[in-house]
């Protein structure tokens, strides 16, 4: 079973958070888990994921123009039927990234993904739309951020396995 964490970043916190992440789906059980910059993608991998955890920081309160640049010119991304969840990082608490991560979502839903985030189904804590991180995290969110990536493959198993 594999598992995408594809992202970009360009000042190195939205890949710091990826890794993060990469370490909570390692948790869940039996996963290859690979994280990619949208800017160095293998494809390959990206086709035979079952799940995929998209990754930006937030842009003026919306998800960065290089990963909707990404959606709307890949053609070799079929995300169709794949499990999809996202996580933002911003510079300040309230800077936007809850609607950064519905905004990616929206792009998510058009192609054809299943949307899940655990949001408060598990308890605490909760991941409401999805992981967040002021810059590359405090203990706290990093420790959500860690939980939230084994929910994701807790799930991306419960369904495909
Ligand atoms: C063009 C631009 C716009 C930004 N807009 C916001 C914003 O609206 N809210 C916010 O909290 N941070 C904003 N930031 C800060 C980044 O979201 C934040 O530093 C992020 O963690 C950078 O991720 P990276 O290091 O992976 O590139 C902006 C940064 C840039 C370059």
């Not at 792009?107 to 299943?114: A, D, R």
């Not at 899940?116 to 405090?138: E, I, L, N, R, W």
Request: overall charge neutral; charged content about 25%; some cysteine.
């Amino acid at each position: 079973m594999k598992l995408s964490i594809v992202y970009y970043s360009q000042t190195g916190n939205t890949k710091k958070i990826a890794e993060v992440i990469k370490e909570g789906v390692e948790k869940s059980g039996n996963i290859q888990v690979k994280t990619m910059s949208i800017e160095d993608m293998d494809y390959k991998f990206l086709e035979e994921s079952k799940a995929v955890i998209f990754g930006t920081p937030t842009y003026y309160a919306t998800f960065s123009w290089q990963i909707k640049k990404w959606f709307d010119t890949c053609k070799e991304c079929d995300l169709s039927g794949k499990l999809g969840a996202v996580f933002a990082t911003e510079n300040v608490l309230g800077g936007g990234a809850d609607v950064a991560e519905l905004s990616l979502i929206g792009h998510m839903l058009v192609k054809g993904m299943l949307i899940y985030s655990a949001g408060s189904s598990q308890g605490q804590p909760y991941t409401h739309f999805g992981a967040v991180c002021t810059k590359d995290g405090d203990e706290a969110q990093r420790d959500r951020a860690r939980i939230f990536g084994e929910r994701i493959g807790k799930k991306t198993l419960e369904i495909f396995d």
